[in-house]
């Protein structure tokens, strides 16, 4: 009698411990985390696993009031000692996170977008005198402004064709990131690509700028070049 009874006790606890849990479950949806956190603790406390995991949860992400990432750890293995899945996958992205911190750090900040501006998209900008008064550099500084100006239209159809800069991030970083680093990247990488944008347009307004003052000078030299010699030839033939 005395092991049906203490058997009865049993299952009456699971129960109630179900209940809580479902409460509990409920109250962090509504994102009322500071009576999900009560629960979540008690039974945690009393060993259930789906508990420790959800606290766990709550520590790691910062739903608790605070970012703890030991104790959210110790969590994640007391309930995966007991067999949790989502707890050994939070104790694995951990790990992985240590090992990956570089690459997690490098998409947060240290991208710089150099890759979208190499190789045939470097655009070197042309050396434009001030003016040129024989066809030989006239033809030079033209070519040269075409050249430019073909790999410039390269390097804007890439960066059109890499925007946005967010899905540059590889998926299996994206997964390793908290919340808040992915907000930080986004912005980061949302920045760049303003950057990078503002930048191209601003030397290709300075470029074009200075290839206009060029040619305006140099057909001015050139009109007033052959004027001369048209006269020179006038008077010339005038004398003879």
Known sequence: MKTKLFLAS?????????????DANA?????DYAAALKIYTKLANAGNPEAQQALGQMY?????????????EALFKKA?????????ASLELM???VKRRKEIDYWISGYDGEDLKSGEFRCTA????AMSKINADIDRIGAAINTWQDCYNKYVTNLNAASPLTKRVPEDIRKLMKKDELEKSNA???????NLSEEAKVSSKLILADFE?????????VSEHNKMVKTNSSTLFKDK
């Open 27 to 31: 109250l962090f949806e509504k994102k």
């Open 60 to 72: 790691w992400y910062g739903e608790a009031g605070q970012v703890d990432e030991a104790k959210a």
């Open 126 to 129: 042309p050396r434009i005198p």
């Open 80 to 88: 995966a000692a007991k067999g949790n899945k989502v707890a050994i």
């Open 95 to 97: 790990d992985q996170r």
């Open 188 to 194: 980061h990488l949302e920045q760049l690509q303003a």
């Open 213 to 221: 003052a060029w040619r305006k000078a140099t057909e001015a030299y």
């Open 10 to 22: 049993l299952l009456l606890c699971g129960a109630a411990f179900a209940g809580e849990l479902e």
